[in-house]
């Protein structure tokens, strides 16, 4: 007999076999319901990437808009319009920087007024003339809207604006002087803001045609003013 320890019987091949399909049944299973568990992975994912969008979205705007980057309080003020409930979010942001002389949250509360609650809507001509001390446009923004409300307050309005060297509230107070909107027709005081208008050069590309407009009307009463020409004998 020879010495060490006995060997184990070796397994039969029938023994293999079922064993070898016992694995493959346990894989079978698994991976029966693995399609599933992706699939439902990836639905629940985008599920909640759907439901907190807004949120983040509010969230960066947020910060950006406190940090004063670009239009982000206009875009802000859009997103949170969508809401009757954060509608008066919506209004106090832009209410806050209009007033303290932001022109683009002024034109968004402008536009964005019939989405709002009707309560707003008397609160928006103060804000505005709040904006107006800081910012021209604002100032140009409140004469247009009083034109066919308070003519005398809207001439008013264009006033600060043109004092501020605003090409737009020259010509403007300039046209109505002369048309007598908002007031009596002042001719002479007319020509006078009209030749301010004509002498401003533009803030922006959007107001070169201003100062041209105001050049040309002042042109045609400078003529009006003249006798008419002798005919030669």
């Known amino acids: 007999m020879q010495g060490g320890a006995p060997k184990s019987p070796s397994k039969s091949a029938r023994t293999r076999r ?9 894989f079978r299973r698994i991976f029966r319901f693995f399609p599933f568990f992706i699939l439902g992975t990836l639905f629940f994912l985008y599920l909640g990437a759907w439901l907190g969008d807004d ?23 859009r997103l949170r319009v969508k809401d009757p409930a954060t ?11 209009c007033a303290a002389g932001s022109f683009p949250e ?13 309560s707003f809507e008397p609160a928006l001509e103060t804000t505005l003339d709040r904006g107006c001390q800081h910012n021209a446009d604002i100032c140009v923004l ?4 009083l034109q066919n409300i308070d ?7 264009m006033l600060k604006a043109c004092e501020q060297k605003d090409p737009i509230g020259c010509l403007e107070l300039g046209l109505w002087m002369l048309e007598g909107e908002g007031g009596p ?15 401003l050069q533009p803030r ?12 040309s009307r002042l042109a045609e009463e400078k003529l009006r003013g003249l006798p008419p020409l002798e005919k030669s004998p």
């Open 18 to 26: 079922l064993e070898k399909e016992a694995r493959k049944e346990r």
């Open 55 to 77: 949120l983040t979205a509010e969230d960066e705007l947020l910060e950006r808009c406190e940090a004063q980057r670009g239009y982000a309080c206009v875009d802000l003020m």
């Open 87 to 97: 509608a008066g979010e919506a209004w106090s942001l832009g209410s806050k920087h």
């Open 106 to 118: 002024c034109t968004e509360l402008k536009e964005l007024l019939p989405k709002m609650v009707a």
């Open 142 to 145: 409140l004469g247009w809207r």
């Open 151 to 157: 003519a005398p307050r809207a001439r008013t309005a």
């Open 185 to 199: 027709p002042d001719r002479a005081l007319g020509m006078r803001y009209l030749d301010v208008a004509c002498t």
């Open 204 to 215: 922006d590309v959007s107001y070169t045609h201003q100062p041209s407009r105001a050049c």
